[in-house]
């Protein structure tokens, strides 16, 4: 009873935050559920979600740079619809908070596994369309969506996160980071990674995790990114 009390609490909290209430809760509660939890789980719905999430962030995309090419709006839009993006969502939005998970998914961490939390946020943007319309779901993805593509940056979306941090670093004429792997949870194709990216004398440390050792390493190069451009911005030189 309890437990069902708290999924109510959470489940309320992520449709505040995604901007929009279900008149037929059990759409939300199918997206939030995992198939170690039940057969009728989110993975069909992932399927729909995932269309609905391209074409809104596609067309976003399209009005903001419009003096991109399709390739070069190719690219940006690939920055943002990703496994890291949509699971550093969910985790802004406590969605672990709301999943339904088998035993084993629970034990090994499964409620902060990105690939289980990006899947529910796409499962849920097709919820919202079954629940309402397409027009509702776009609106949804907007609203989750508008920062991020107003900060969008060309520039760097030709690079992945580790190779604009090694070149962030040489510019400023300091080491290259190390990453270390922190804890490695699961087996074979079902495993998670913990992942550390240390910035030797700068003194930062950061941690993030991932489906495999590659997504947690550039997750983790993104966040010591964001840092080093907040706290060493690198000088433009003189004129």
């Known amino acids: 009873m309890k437990t069902d009390v708290l999924k109510q609490q959470a ?3 992520i449709q505040n935050k995604l901007g929009y209430h279900f008149k037929d809760t059990a759409l939300l509660q199918q997206a ?12 069909r719905f992932e399927f729909v979600g995932d269309s609905i999430l391209n074409y809104t962030v596609a067309k976003m995309l399209f009005d903001a740079f419009p003096k991109l090419t399709e390739g070069e709006l190719s690219r940006l839009r690939a920055s943002l619809v990703n496994e890291g993006v949509l699971a550093e969502i969910a985790l802004e939005m406590n969605v672990g908070d709301g999943l339904y998970l088998g035993a084993g998914e629970l034990k090994s961490g499964g409620f902060r596994r990105p690939s289980i939390l990006a899947d529910a946020m796409e499962a849920m943007f097709a919820a919202v369309s079954f629940d309402a319309d397409f027009a509702e779901a776009e609106k949804v993805v907007r609203h989750l969506f508008a920062e991020r593509v107003k900060r969008a940056d060309f520039k760097t979306q030709g690079k992945d ?3 604009a941090l090694q070149e ?11 990453y270390r792997i922190e804890e490695q949870i699961g087996h074979a194709n079902d495993s998670m990674f913990l992942i550390s990216c240390d910035l030797g004398e700068l003194g930062f440390i950061c941690k993030a995790q991932g489906s495999s050792r590659k997504v947690a390493e550039q997750q983790a190069a993104k966040e010591a990114l964001q840092w080093l451009e907040q706290h060493h911005p ?4 003189k004129k």
């Open 161 to 163: 996160n580790k190779t």
């Open 32 to 43: 939030l559920t995992h198939r170690s939890y039940h057969a009728k789980n989110n993975e």
């Open 11 to 13: 489940h309320a909290a």
């Open 168 to 178: 962030a670093l040489q510019a400023r004429r300091l080491a290259l980071p190390k």
């Open 234 to 237: 690198l000088k433009k030189a």
